[in-house]
């Protein structure tokens, strides 16, 4: 069946949002913490699986929910219904720094391969579900492991990148070395392995990792400056130790830098 037809609207710059709008009766659904606001009349209803058209079978139900578990995801996802006789919006937040990415399966041939914790939200009818590796090398150094997503359909979803996106257009046979952290997603025909970086000096005193990753067009690449993992490491790395004050960052001086930061404590 054709999934909903609905207009969107992204707001903000780093710290974007979502704004969908829907006509009577027209469903958007979406992953739990996502929501942030929507007129009254929307109702919200928890739908067990994936987002595709529910099918009255329970197999059907399970094998839904238990990809979406495989992926890292909750058992459920969230529709929202417009319930008036009018159009209505509802948004939804990125949940970190980042950009909102309009992904229109119907020019993407229906299929569109993104990294596990990727997707936003998507109008009724589009199914999100697992894209298992068939290269040992990707699954075990690619950063995604042997399991992405993939969304799937004819209409509109939304996936959410960290930093500033760039999108790039291979053509066939080309080739985009990118690290193993920042792809976002990317289209069906776009051949994905992992490459090893070569070098004793590279590999120990790098500081990029072992591996990066070759994507062969043709096909449509995005790629992300920031992922969260990449800033999550930054911010444990940079959390006081266990018993300390946390004035010690960028400082050689250690209790005379405390000194002069008006700290008395030693």
């Known amino acids: ?16 949002y979502v704004e969908i709008e829907l006509d009577p009766q027209e469903i958007v659904i979406a992953e739990a913490g996502s929501f942030m606001m929507m007129d009254n009349g929307i109702t919200m209803e928890t739908i067990f699986g994936d987002g595709s058209q529910q099918k009255s079978g329970l197999l059907d ?18 529709a ?18 980042g950009k909102i990415v309009p992904i229109d399966l119907s020019q993407f041939n229906g299929k569109f391969i993104c ?24 699954g075990l150094f690619g950063g995604e492991g042997f399991i992405m997503q993939k969304i799937e359909g ?68 995005y790629v992300q400056s920031l992922p969260f993992s990449r800033l999550a490491d930054r911010i444990i790395a940079s959390a006081p130790k266990a018993g300390g004050n946390g ?6 001086l250690g209790g005379l830098g405390r000194m002069l930061d008006g700290d008395n404590r030693f």
């Open 247 to 252: 004035r010690e960052e960028g400082s050689l």
């Open 61 to 78: 139900k399970l094998l839904s929910a238990g990809k979406r578990v495989l992926t890292g995801e909750s058992l459920f996802m969230t």
């Open 154 to 221: 004819d209409g509109m979803a939304f996936v959410h990148s960290g930093g500033t996106l760039a999108k790039r257009e291979l053509a066939a046979g080309e080739i985009l070395k990118v690290d193993t952290g920042c792809i976002v997603g990317f289209t069906k025909d776009v051949d994905y392995d992992i490459e090893f970086i070569g070098g004793i000096k590279n590999s120990l005193f790098g500081g990029e990792g072992l591996f990066y990753a070759t994507l062969r067009g043709p096909g449509t690449v």
């Open 1 to 16: 069946m054709k999934a909903h037809e609905i207009d969107y609207h992204i707001y903000g710059e780093e710290m974007q």
């Open 80 to 97: 929202y219904i417009n319930q008036n006789n009018t159009k209505s919006k509802a948004c939804f937040a990125s949940p970190y720094p």
């Open 115 to 138: 990294q596990k914790d990727a997707f936003l939200c998507a109008a009724k009818g589009v199914s999100v579900g697992i894209e298992f590796s068939r290269k040992l090398g990707r």
